[in-house]
Each structure stands twice: as C-alpha cells, then as structure tokens.
C-alpha cells in the first residue's frame, strides 16, 4: 500500500512535523514517510560553519595552529563529519587535502535552542538540501546503535524530499 507523503514537492504547511514525534530507538523504515522528510527537522546555515583556531602545544614547546570546532552565526557548534562515512555517505572528497570547509558535513555538537541532529552537506560553499548525498536530519546520536538502525540502515533509500531544511 503506498504511503501517503506530506511534501512530495518539498512544500510542507505542517506547524509539527512528523519528525518532531519521534523517539530514539524507534523504527525508521527505508521509503518510509519518517525517512524521506526527516529534513524538516534539520537546520543548517546558509554558507558553512567559521572555524575556530587554537593554539596546540607540541613535541619541545612547538606551538601548531589547529582548528578545534565551527560555530555559526547563532554560536551553535558543529564538527566535521567522519571523513570515511562522510565519503562514503555524502560523498565528500575522499582525500583530506581535497576536504576543505566548503566542501564538507557537518554535524551539530551543540545548539543554543538545546535541540540538535541538525547535518549539513556543502558542496562550493553551497548548501546542498537536493542531492541524493546531501546531509539528513539525524534521529539518534552518531556513534551508537541507535544512529545505525534509525539514520545509517535507512539511508539506502536515498530519495529525500529536496528542500525541507530550514536554512538561516
């Protein structure tokens, strides 16, 4: 029996989306409505998270300029996807010289509002909220069975409503 989908052109008039309902350890089916608009619960910035720079202290007092997370313009705080799954699921470039800021995943840490799972893909410095490789709204933490079963096993179904994430 087909589902009946809320944005099958990405224009959802809903004030709670179906995303908001669900539990972690709850079962997200692949094509499955929770699945393909899981987006409208996402929240990326237009242009990709700033980096912030620290200083690192090395082998014999060596001082090294290194990159210790992003933050947005509303002070949330994001990390570079995995580069490997990123590769694999997002398709950011491989090589870690080919993998700049304009050209990566993220994944929120922590959000001003307390809500999280936000993921975001750019590609050129572009949002990307169309492709089949772009970053999807996460239901339960990575790192654990849960992500697995309700955000990774689903994702073989790569056919998401385009144009659902918020964008500020």
């Not at 099958?8 to 709670?16: D, I, Q, S, V, Y």
């Not at 492709?131 to 994702?155: C, F, K, N, Q, R």
Request: aromatic residues 8%; proline residues 7%.
């Amino acid at each position: 029996m087909p589902q009946d989908f809320d944005c099958p052109t990405g224009n959802c008039a809903e004030e709670e989306p179906d995303c908001h309902s669900v539990q972690v350890g709850d079962t997200i089916e692949a094509g499955s409505k929770l699945h393909r608009e899981r987006n409208k619960c996402n929240r990326c910035p237009r242009t990709p998270p700033r980096p912030v720079h620290i200083e690192k202290r090395g082998f014999r007092g060596s001082v090294e300029t290194v990159v210790s997370h992003w933050t947005d313009s509303e002070g949330n705080t994001w990390a570079a996807d995995n580069p490997l799954t990123a590769w694999w699921y997002h398709g950011d470039p491989f090589l870690e010289a080919n993998r700049d800021d304009n050209n990566k995943t993220f994944r929120v840490v922590s959000t001003v509002s307390g809500k999280g799972g936000w993921q975001c893909t750019y590609r050129g410095g572009v949002l990307d909220d169309q492709s089949e490789l772009m970053g999807t709204y996460d239901y339960a933490p990575a790192g654990t069975s849960a992500h697995v079963s309700m955000d990774v096993t689903p994702h073989s179904d790569r056919n998401y409503t385009p144009n659902l994430t918020e964008q500020f």
